[in-house]
């Protein structure tokens, strides 16, 4: 069946530091790939999406691009802010029955 | 649109009493999920609807734990009975298609005591 993989963390940077949250995924067919955020007390967020190969999902300064050839969804961006203290979850879904199929999550603490 | 509503935000009962939680998708959504957060487990999904049916339950832990959605605008996961091991928090999420997002509610925090 589906399934995602992502560091677990926590993550823990300094202001402004560069960030990337790793996430692979295993699929039949051609998923549509998700990274979700959820804030302490919250219910999960869509950060960004990409549905196919290549496609570039971007939101609020976050990127990942869908890399088919290896099965990964990466999270970056370039500056953090304090305000980004929040855990991430990667995820798929399908048309053929697996869906969202959701990572462990990765805990980002942004230090001022 | 208001986006999920889940009721209530917060549940605190006792063991051996029977608990249900409450759901409204957004409207038009074809397709309604259940999940549940602990810290142990993460996040894991119990149950989800296409057009008022259930598709799939294989992640509903055990016999106490049922769901139903009557009509379009309206699911409940009921619990019964509770035991302190379900003190979780379950989300309900719904989405258009099963390729595009879920929109997720704010969640039910269930203590059980």
């Known amino acids: 069946g589906n399934s995602v993989t992502q560091m677990e963390g926590p993550v823990t940077l300094s202001e402004e530091a560069f960030l990337t949250i790793n996430c692979t995924y295993t699929?039949?067919?051609?998923?549509?790939l998700f990274w979700y955020v959820q804030y302490p007390g919250e219910g999960l967020q869509l950060l960004l999406k990409a549905t196919k190969a290549d496609d570039k999902g971007s939101n609020k300064g976050f990127e990942a691009t869908y890399r088919k050839e290896t099965t990964s969804f990466h999270l970056e961006k370039g500056s953090v802010q304090v305000s980004d203290s929040a855990v991430y979850f990667c995820?798929?879904?399908?048309?053929?029955?697996?869906?969202?199929?959701f990572g462990p999550g990765t805990r980002l603490s942004v230090l001022p | 649109d208001a986006g999920v509503i889940q009721s209530p935000r917060h549940e605190v009962t006792e063991m051996g009493q029977e608990v249900t939680l409450r759901c409204k998708p957004i409207s038009g959504h074809d397709y309604l999920f259940w999940y549940r957060q602990t810290m142990m487990r993460g996040l894991e999904l119990l149950i989800y609807f296409n057009n008022n049916v259930p598709i799939d339950d294989s992640g509903m832990p055990e016999d106490r734990f049922s769901a139903k959605m009557p009509n379009a605008s309206f699911s409940t996961l009921k619990i019964q009975p509770s035991e302190p091991r379900d003190s979780a928090v379950y989300f309900c999420?719904?989405?258009?298609?099963?390729?595009?997002?879920?929109?997720f509610g704010q969640g039910t925090r269930l203590t059980v005591v």
């Open positions: 999420a719904s989405s258009l298609f099963t390729y595009t997002e879920a929109f």
């Open positions: 699929a039949t067919g051609y998923p549509s």
């Open positions: 995820a798929l879904s399908d048309n053929y029955g697996q869906n969202f199929v």
